[in-house]
């Protein structure tokens, strides 16, 4: 059994891939809350939700969030009243929404509602919230600190960044089914997929029992980078880098991590930073890691795979 670490769109594509090669028992997928905030009343998920319409294949290639074929009239109609309109909710997304806070209200846990949702989506893998308590990433900036989505979409991230902090991850746990994949006898690799490591996978990983499994793994654990020749496929992971005094570069993922992995994934365009990185410790594969098909997804994930299956774990 696979464990995969996800944040939104990276983290969505890879896991596609794994979906396409592992059985639905084969694959757990814990995917990012830190994103997570009430907005209009609602309890809006914003990584699950693209890591499930994603594997139920209606996510929206060209935005990289929400639903393909949307329309906005609510959206529309919003403005008309001189609503708060900077967070987009499509129609057909806002069902989801909908439908999530009202069984929160009803009592029902986040990683209860997500398997009921994916189930009628028709998906058959699991996706695992990390964690059913609310823990809310804030970026903090040179204007004050600020929560994820203010920062991300109502600013644009314009602000620059000096670090981030994950408010409630110290009394907040694992959820059940995470808990389990990370203890499960039958577990044979952890995949870091290519998401932002600052905004999608450190706040999975603040998670302390996550922390202290990961430190008694017994499996490898592997990252692929998603920084490709400088740059982030999408999203602000580069200039995040940039405004904390570092280089953005698949080497700097390498230190992000560090001796936490037992191996990373860099781009073919990055070849050359791999006796950098491996001379840090960290056996390196060098593969073709931009994810433009469902194949390129699906030869990424087993290309992971296997030299997840090379690796030896790191005597601590
Ligand atoms: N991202 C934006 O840049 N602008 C939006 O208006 C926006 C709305 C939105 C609605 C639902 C949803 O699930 C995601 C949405 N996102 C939007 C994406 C989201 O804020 C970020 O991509 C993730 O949180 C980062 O992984």
Known sequence: MILALAGGVGGAKLAHGLVRILSPDGLVIAVNTGDDFEHLGLHISPDLDSVMYKLAGLNDTERGW??????WHFMEALARLEGETWFNLGDR??????????????????????AALCGALGIEHRIVPMTDSAVHTMVTTEAGTIPFQDY????????????????????????????????????????????????????????????????????????????????AIK????????????????????SHYGRR????????????????????????????????????????AQEVLTFAASLNVRSK
Do not use: W
Request: proline share 7%; net charge negative.
């Open 66 to 71: 929400g639903l393909a074929d949307e329309s």
């Open 93 to 114: 997304d806002l069902a989801t929404h909908v439908e999530r806070t009202r069984r929160l209200a009803a009592g029902e846990t986040l990683s209860h509602i997500t």
């Open 152 to 231: 991300f979409v109502r600013l644009r991230c314009e602000p620059v960044v000096t670090g981030f902090s994950f408010a409630g991850a110290e009394s907040a746990r694992p959820t059940p089914a995470f808990t389990a994949a990370l203890k499960s006898a039958d577990l044979s690799a952890i995949v870091i997929c290519p998401s932002n490591p600052y905004v999608s996978i450190d706040p999975i990983l603040s998670l302390a029992d996550v922390a202290a499994a990961l430190e008694g793994r017994r499996v490898p654990l592997v990252a692929v980078s998603p920084i490709i020749g400088g740059g």
């Open 235 to 254: 999203g602000p992971a580069a200039k995040m880098m940039a405004e904390l005094g570092l280089q953005p570069s698949a080497a700097s993922i390498a």
């Open 261 to 300: 992995l037992d191996g990373l994934v860099i781009d073919q365009t990055d070849g050359a930073l791999a006796p950098k990185i491996e001379a840090m410790g960290i056996p390196t594969h060098v593969a073709q890691t931009i994810m433009k098909s469902a194949d390129d997804e699906r030869t990424l």
